[in-house]
């Protein structure tokens, strides 16, 4: 009998062992996107904190290039009871902590002190309707300062994507090929298709660089290049807007920002085989790489800008709108020609006449970027 309960307590003792060893576990889960600066901040934290705390075991959901993850990360804040505000964002105990610095190192150190000295529950816990304690957000340490700094370029961001898709929706070679593309049409007897492989065309175009666009974009963000890669192209701005003002002083000397001379020639022999509605959809893809040289360097500055003013999702909004205006110039000309407001070689006409004008507006927002990105660079700003 003795024995029997002394068996007992020998069971009962280590299952209480086992029980306090699984409460000194601290789970904490961190939901980051890759290349982004302060999830590698927060990571290099953390593995110093598990080297103080061997207890703490860290899980890890990249969001960025992971839809399960994504869903996950939503699930996770619905859980808390808060939205999604950006990356990195760590889940520990009752506490959402998103973003990382000095200060909320300081918050987090503290947090795992708790959970040491009074046990915590795992977030997956929470996830799935365990103990419902109160949750606590710390969204950043930032001064009013920094969040104006902020609010400032998330402005700035806005309007320089306005102005960059402005400037590049009035590029005179975007101009050129698709007046070639309706004279065309026009001279096969087909005016009834104007509208329709105007509108084609544009289409290609916009799914073309919108694709393009996120590639790049995606490009970026996975090897963690965004702060490089920011101020190289904001230094290359300042370039293509002091090459376009060229371009307005001195238009024909040393190189033009344009489509090359030796690509032309193509390109025209290409749009003249097009009489169809699929034709004129199928050639945008083609002919977006010709327009490459020409209508690129805007793009490419909102590109940088975007690598590090904003989420993955938040850029792919900003360029479905920088697109939708590039092509908007195009969506007039088609309907303008197609309606009979004014022909193909009046359109041409016109751009002819407005070409270095339309090389100065773009030469000033362009340098106007650069200068603007590089500012805020080394205001700290981004």
């Given at each position: 009998m003795i024995k029997k309960i002394v068996f007992l307590f020998l069971v009962l003792l280590l299952a209480s062992c086992f029980s306090a060893a699984a409460q000194d576990d601290i789970e904490i889960h961190v939901f980051y996107g890759q290349g982004c600066p302060h999830c590698g901040?927060?990571?290099?934290?953390?593995?110093?904190?598990?080297?103080?705390?061997?207890?703490?075991?860290?899980?890890?959901?990249?969001?960025?290039?992971?839809?399960?993850n994504r869903e996950l990360f939503e699930d996770m804040t619905e859980a808390f009871g808060t939205f999604i505000q950006g990356v990195p964002t760590t889940f520990i105990d009752n506490q959402v902590i998103v973003?990382?610095?000095?200060k909320i190192g300081e918050e987090l150190e503290k947090?795992?002190?708790?959970?040491?000295k009074e046990g915590c529950i795992s977030p997956a816990e929470k996830l799935k309707g365990g103990k419902n304690n109160e949750t606590i957000s710390v969204v950043g340490d930032k001064s009013p300062a920094e969040e104006g700094?902020?609010?400032l370029l998330k402005g700035l961001t806005f309007s320089a994507v306005t102005a960059a898709a402005a400037v590049d929706a009035i590029n005179p070679c975007a101009f050129a090929v698709l007046i070639i593309l309706l004279t065309t049409i026009l001279a096969a007897k087909k005016k009834k298709r104007i509208i329709g492989a105007g509108l084609a065309f544009s289409s290609s175009i916009y799914l073309s660089y919108l694709l393009m666009g996120i590639g790049l974009y995606s490009a970026v963000q996975a090897a963690?290049?965004?702060?490089?890669f920011y101020a190289i192209v904001g230094g290359l701005?300042?370039?293509?807007?002091?090459?376009?003002?060229?371009?307005y002083l001195w238009y024909g000397k040393w190189f033009n920002i344009e489509v090359p001379k030796s690509w032309r020639p193509k390109?025209?022999?290409?749009?003249?085989?097009?009489?169809?509605?699929?034709?004129a959809f199928l050639i945008g893809f083609v002919i977006s790489l010709f327009l490459l040289p020409c209508t690129s360097g805007p793009y490419i500055v909102i590109l940088g800008l975007l690598s590090k003013a904003s989420t993955q999702g938040i850029a792919f909004l900003y360029l479905l709108y920088y697109n939708?205006?590039?092509?908007?110039?195009?969506?007039?000309?088609?309907?303008?020609?197609?309606?009979g407001f004014t022909t193909t070689e009046e359109a041409e006409e016109w751009r002819q006449k407005k070409l270095k004008v339309l090389h100065l507006i773009a030469g000033i927002i362009i340098l106007l970027l650069g200068i603007g990105m590089l500012t805020a660079l080394a205001l700290g700003m981004v």
């Open positions: 901040k927060l990571n290099l934290f953390l593995e110093d904190l598990q080297d103080k705390y061997p207890s703490i075991e860290v899980k890890h959901f990249e969001v960025y290039n992971n839809q399960e973003g990382f610095s000095d947090a795992v002190k708790g959970c040491v700094k902020d609010g963690g290049l965004s702060h490089w701005a300042i370039l293509i807007g002091l090459f376009n003002l060229k371009d390109m025209k022999a290409m749009l003249k085989g097009v009489t169809s509605i699929p034709g939708f205006i590039f092509i908007i110039p195009m969506l007039i000309i088609t309907f303008a020609i197609g309606f």
